[in-house]
């Protein structure tokens, strides 16, 4: 009883503060339905919701020291059912083979793919040959050899091409980024190519949605026509979202100085222009005395500060971060509206839930886990300053300071998490972004709202020139800071429990009241811990078979330096290296005829093609087959893609010269999103156990 009634007094002393937690309870739920490795069913879904919902109900009956625990079990039960009734809200046909032929659909998303290649997001598709009911809600195609010499479609127009089609594939290693389970949530049921051109055969269809995206797109080529290269399409980006202007070569820039996050329509964009609309109407109503001393214009500020949000979230097409980066802001802005303190933890928690509410997947995305970190950490230490009082230099020099520390304590908390997703650590990220975060607040957003407020009268030019200024600034100082020696290194990447521990360890320390408040340094000291002592996998074996990755002394060789660029550059991005897929594969021994390379005992055979393959005459019992093309060998193990289509990507670790396996049907289990063939087979068994 004296154990109880200790753990009652300490929640007690929390009082006041225990609101915070709710989203941290939510996004716990959230994750636990993300992490399994089977998919629950509908009335498992139905019944973590009863567990919630009774939860809530006992919550007062259960006594006032209590109570949170039984609050916050609730919001786990009601993150996970939330969690499991998107998953099946979004569900949608997924396409379940290679399809060659032809393509027909509505251009509703235009930007540009990793390689720098134009892609179109089509709905309403029509494919040759395929039911209704197997038809893909949308595809996306990107557009190579004479379909990228063609004209830009139009938004909303319906085309045709002739395209490859295929799956949204797994992820390129166990554990791996899961595109199939991004596709399931963006309803994108198969992704491909074209090299034919793309024909407009009917024009754009009305319909509101269709119409702001032409709306946004004619914009953004007004911007890029205005201003030259790059610097028209960082403006564009930064005011309507369309990226597609941009170079490879200054994204590389910006992201290597720490600086892409200026061309994301995010909450720096979003607060920025609420705070400067907000100044703005308050200044102006400030300069008519009979209406600043009769009204309530602060206010009124806030809501005309909040229109404008509403307008930019709309001009900048919905995407996932605007809508983020729109709640936080509507949440502060809200809040001075019923003259409550703009910038508070509460205020964070509150937009932290309306978005885990409305997208649960969120959660997993680097964007929500960065742009929250930040803004915590943020209202954290200023919280902390305001009421400690805390002071450094003279009044003059505060907004210098405001800015470094700022800066310092964003890039500190969002350190982790770009380099666990991204595998990279911008050495020089807050000299680039002191360089770069004033200027993008003092002269390009103001000078953005001027263009707006010029266009009526066709002078819109001016607000575009200043802006270009800015932004040609900004991509100066990216390219030169990224051009330093060691100006970013690259890190190996964690497994999915590092970033869970420092994440609830730090935020224990944020939110806790009291000196007990430290013990979420421990969490957070063994998360990073398990980061330094992880071990990349020996062997990698892509899920197409059509490449292998070996770990040598000099770094992870690959079995050909060219083909499955996309695998090979993730899976060096993950061991941490830089080298490129020519580089890797320098690192394979050479030897004549099919690629070979021996671990402990065995010998690893990667068969590129159907020649390679019909070469193969006979195996050994020591020797791993990979291939790329279907084989009929007995005597050793045999990876080719009827195996692999059952595995996906494999992973195997040297253990003493033993080899312990690990498929990505292991690690990710069986989902909504999951797309493995019902029959395993005896070459399957095989494969899983040599």
């Not at 290693?173 to 793309?198: I, K, S």
């Not at 269709?210 to 005011?239: C, E, K, N, Q, Y």
């Not at 575009?464 to 100006?487: C, H, N």
Request: aromatic content about 8%; glycine content about 10%; overall charge positive.
């Amino acid at each position: 009883m004296r154990a109880l009634a200790a753990i009652e007094a300490v929640i007690l002393e929390q009082r006041g503060h225990l609101f915070p937690w709710l989203p941290v309870a939510m996004a716990c739920g959230i994750g636990l339905y993300f992490a399994l490795t089977f998919e629950p069913s509908v009335m498992a879904l139905y019944g973590v919701a009863a567990v919630g919902a009774l939860s809530l109900l006992l919550a007062p009956r259960i006594g006032e020291g209590f109570s949170p625990f039984a609050v916050l079990i609730a919001m786990t039960a009601i993150g996970f059912a939330l969690a499991g009734y998107r998953a099946h809200s979004v569900a949608g046909a997924v396409l379940d083979w290679r399809y060659y032929g032809p393509v027909e659909g509505r251009v509703i998303g235009i930007d540009r793919s990793a390689s720098d290649a134009m892609r179109l997001t089509l709905d309403q598709v029509v494919l040759s040959r395929v039911g209704p009911s197997e038809t893909p809600e949308r595809v996306r195609v990107s557009l190579h050899g004479t379909a990228a010499d063609g004209g830009r479609p139009k938004p909303g127009q319906r085309v045709m091409t002739t395209a490859h089609l295929s799956p949204p594939g797994g992820p390129v290693e166990p554990g791996g980024f899961d595109f199939q389970r991004h596709a399931w949530f963006g309803q994108l049921g198969a992704v491909g190519y074209t090299r034919v051109p793309v024909l407009a055969i009917e024009e754009a269809q009305p319909g509101i949605g269709l119409a702001i995206f032409r709306v946004r797109m004619a914009i953004s080529a007004h911007v890029r026509a205005a201003l030259p290269g790059d610097i028209g399409g960082f403006a564009a980006a930064v005011t309507t979202g369309d990226r597609s202007g941009m170079s490879a070569e200054a994204l590389e820039a910006l992201r290597a100085s720490n600086t892409a996050h200026l061309l994301a329509i995010s909450g720096l964009h979003m607060g920025l222009l609420s705070a400067f609309v907000f100044g703005l109407l308050r200044y102006s109503f400030a300069l008519i005395p009979w209406v600043a001393l009769r009204w309530p214009t602060r206010n009124l500020s806030a809501i005309g500060a909040l229109i404008v949000a509403a307008g930019y979230l709309m001009l900048s097409g919905g995407n996932v971060a605007t809508e983020r980066a729109f709640v936080m802001a509507a949440v502060a802005l809200t809040a001075i509206v019923v003259n409550r303190r703009a910038l508070s933890i509460r205020a964070v928690a509150i937009a932290a839930l309306i978005v885990l509410t409305m997208r649960p997947e969120t959660l997993l995305s680097p964007g929500f886990q960065m742009s929250f970190a930040a803004t915590t950490a943020l209202v954290a230490v200023f919280g902390w300053m305001r009421d400690a009082k805390f002071r450094a230099g003279p009044n003059w020099l505060q907004p210098v300071i405001g800015v470094v520390v700022s800066s310092a304590v964003a890039g500190l908390a969002t350190a982790p998490i770009g380099a666990a997703h991204f595998n990279a650590i911008a050495h020089y990220g807050l000299l680039a972004n002191l360089l770069s975060v004033p200027l993008m607040g003092l002269l390009v957003v103001p000078a953005a709202v001027l263009a707006a407020l010029l266009a009526p009268l066709g002078l819109q030019f001016v607000g575009l020139w200043l802006m270009g200024l800015g932004l040609r600034w900004i991509l100066w100082v990216a390219e030169t800071v990224s051009a330093l020696d060691g100006a970013r290194s690259f890190v190996a990447g964690p497994s999915a429990l590092v970033l869970p521990l420092v994440a609830l360890g730090l935020l224990f320390v944020i939110l806790w009241q009291g000196r007990a408040r430290w013990i979420g340094v421990a969490p957070a000291f063994v998360g990073m811990a398990l980061w330094q002592v992880e071990t990349r996998p020996t062997i990698l074996i892509a899920e197409t078979g059509g490449l292998v990755g070996v770990m040598t002394a000099e770094g992870r060789a690959v079995s050909k330096a060219r083909g499955a660029g996309f695998i090979a550059s993730n899976w060096l991005e993950n061991d941490g290296d830089s080298s490129t897929q020519a580089q890797a594969a320098e690192r394979w021994p050479s030897s004549e005829g099919p690629a070979r390379i021996i671990i402990g005992e065995t010998e690893i055979v990667h068969l590129s093609g159907k020649k390679a393959a019909r070469a193969l005459k006979s195996c050994r019992p020591d020797q791993l087959i990979v291939a790329s093309t279907p084989i009929a060998q007995t005597g050793c193990v045999v990876l080719d893609p009827e195996a692999l289509r059952r595995t996906g990507a494999i992973a195997i670790d040297n253990q003493d010269g033993r080899l312990v396996w690990r498929t990505t049907r292991e690690v990710t289990g069986t989902r909504l999103w999951s797309r493995w063939p019902e029959e395993t087979g005896k070459r399957l068994a095989r494969a899983s156990d040599p």
